[in-house]
């Protein structure tokens, strides 16, 4: 059904036939086994198995990794898949810090309640909101919608990508009052005080 192997410093977790509550059963299982051995581990899913989950099926599988401290190397997965249907998006709602060198893809919007920290990585398909510091890499709409959004108490990341839009933090930070939204406008990444959502131009 599943088999993890060591490679090239990761935990392939490569999943054959099964069904999602089997796939999740069995990594709960092994997980708790022993939490020293996959603590802090970079996780890669493979196999033909995915191909049977759903976007939230897989999503809960992610999230099962990241709350036993794994660290998520498998964005192919995602951005390999046909692009849902409006109806099926999916919103991933994350209830902690992001800890540096984790990444999170969603095919909906991210909420985080929480910091996420430097060298950390959000991605998603519609928008992403910080509650907390935002340090790292956010990539928001990354199948190209440019009316996506970055929003944070805090906004600081590394890098901001809007669809296939990139902008970089400046060398010398101009320290920022209050909440602030990063959003598509006239050709560039504007960076704004937020006050309400009409500053979004939309």
């Not at 660290?71 to 109806?87: D, M, R, W």
């Not at 440019?146 to 902008?167: G, H, T």
């Not at 406008?185 to 504007?190: L, T, V």
């Amino acid at each position: 059904m599943i088999k993890i192997k060591g490679i090239n410093n990761n935990l392939v977790v490569v999943f054959g036939e099964g069904s999602f509550d089997d796939y999740y059963a069995f990594l709960q299982e092994r997980f708790n086994s022993n939490k020293q051995l996959f603590g802090g581990s970079r996780v890669v899913f493979k196999g033909e198995g995915l191909q049977l989950l759903n976007q939230q099926e897989l999503s809960q599988l992610q999230r099962l990794c990241l709350d036993n401290g794994m660290i998520l190397n498998n964005s192919e997965i995602l951005l390999n898949k046909k692009a849902p249907e409006k109806n099926q998006e999916r919103d991933t709602v994350i209830y902690r810090n992001v800890r540096s060198g984790q990444k999170i893809i969603s095919e909906g919007s991210v909420l985080v309640w929480g910091d996420v920290h430097e060298s950390a990585e959000i991605i998603a398909a519609q928008d992403i909101i910080v509650l907390g510091k935002l340090q790292g890499i956010a990539h928001a709409g990354y199948r190209g919608n440019l009316d996506s959004v970055v929003f944070a108490l805090e906004l600081s990341p590394s890098q901001i990508r809007i669809a296939n839009k990139i902008s970089r933090s400046a060398d010398e930070p101009v320290q920022a009052t209050g909440p602030e939204i990063a959003f598509w406008e006239d050709d560039n990444i504007c960076i704004k005080e937020y006050r309400s959502r009409n500053n979004t131009g939309r």
